[in-house]
């Protein structure tokens, strides 16, 4: 099937033209039928920026609800960038999900949908489903880049950092590599492909040729100064990488390049309880390292139970809040990139 016979399949559509020259903001309508409001639509902002022939770029954020970073960072370069400013084509998606934004949750309130597990979509499935057939199959076919803006959210916390599966061939992860080291978060990592198995962003971006990189900007549901400026910077770093942004960019700031592998890499909650980390972000760890305590609450003279990392490696993430379950992620670690 083509673009528009997928297009035509989606209850959802721009109220912009996406192709035109120039700056036009509007909405995507969702529509929603409910009882207070029997005829209306759900508006997802969405931005097109053009100026002639150039690259062809998607940078999207709030795909989980409350990852913040990403959301503001868009927002103001929304604001300050002006048709003139690039060459081709940027459209902007700030809010993805913007039931689950506007709820300041990772899901939406709607349909309890995470969008980033909803791909390749429905076009006659739940507000999410839909939501990701529209993105899969109408929006990203036709561009050369999409970006993916993500943080830890509530649960989580990141050392700020840019990030790409591995998908496709030698010369597209050269690409990607260039991309994440123009983007110079303080960490770099290469995934294993496909992430959310097949049903994130990244993957749909992959299956509609879509070049495409992601971050984890920060996280624990705030937003600091410090992430913020790895976004903002970033952002145009990458867009002027790519042959987009015309002018003058932040200077440019080293990335630690590193990998994610398998299972050993994470640390999960082996009982429900309290989460007492052993451990901050930025710290190198070494294999049979304690790495927290899970303490009992129901049974405080019961020892807690100390939980150690199975390799050595880089504490890239970390658990937030206190209460866990067992099956709870408390850290991932990352290890260098042999290039
Ligand atoms: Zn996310």
């Not at 929603?32 to 209306?40: L, P």
């Not at 943080?151 to 597209?172: E, V």
């Not at 440019?252 to 980390?277: H, I, K, M, N, Q």
């Not at 303490?295 to 504490?315: K, N, Y």
């Amino acid at each position: 099937m083509s673009k528009s016979d997928f297009a035509a399949m989606s209850r959802l559509f721009a109220d912009i033209d996406l192709f035109a020259e120039g700056k036009a903001t509007g909405f995507l309508r969702v529509p929603h039928s409910v009882h207070r409001s029997a005829y209306g639509w759900i508006p997802i902002p969405i931005v097109r920026l053009k100026n002639g022939d150039g690259p062809n770029v998607l940078m999207q954020a709030g795909n989980h609800g409350d990852e913040w970073e990403g959301q503001i960072a868009l927002g103001n370069l929304i604001r300050r960038l002006e048709p003139k400013d690039i060459k081709g084509r940027l459209v902007i998606l700030p809010s993805a999900n913007f039931p689950a934004a506007m709820a300041g949750q990772r899901t939406s309130p709607i349909d309890d949908g995470n969008l980033n597990r909803c791909f390749p979509g429905n076009p006659d499935g739940s507000i999410t489903e839909q939501i990701a057939h529209y993105i899969e199959h109408a929006l990203l076919p036709g561009f050369d880049y999409s970006f993916d803006f993500h943080s830890g959210g509530s649960s989580l916390a990141y050392i700020p950092s840019a990030l790409a599966p591995r998908h496709g061939d030698a010369a597209r992860m050269k690409t990607v590599i260039g991309m994440l080291k123009a983007f110079g978060a303080p960490v770099s990592y290469l995934a294993a492909a496909p992430q959310g198995g097949g049903r994130a962003f990244t993957s749909a971006s992959f299956r509609q040729g879509v070049i495409s990189m992601g971050t984890e900007l920060g996280g624990g549901g705030l937003v600091t100064q410090q992430s913020l400026k790895v976004a903002e910077d970033g952002m145009r770093r990458v867009l002027a990488h790519i042959g987009l942004l015309q002018g003058p960019v932040p200077p440019p700031t080293p990335t630690r390049l590193t990998e994610l592998g398998g299972e050993d890499y994470y640390v999960y909650a082996s009982d429900g309880g309290l989460f007492e980390p052993l451990v901050e972000l930025g710290d190198m760890v070494t294999k049979d390292q304690p790495a927290a305590r899970i303490h009992f609450h129901h049974t405080p003279w019961r020892e807690p139970e100390t939980l150690a990392f199975q390799r050595d490696g880089l504490v890239l993430c970390k658990r937030i809040p206190a209460r866990c379950e067992r099956g709870d992620c408390l850290f991932h670690l990352a290890t260098d990139l042999k290039e």
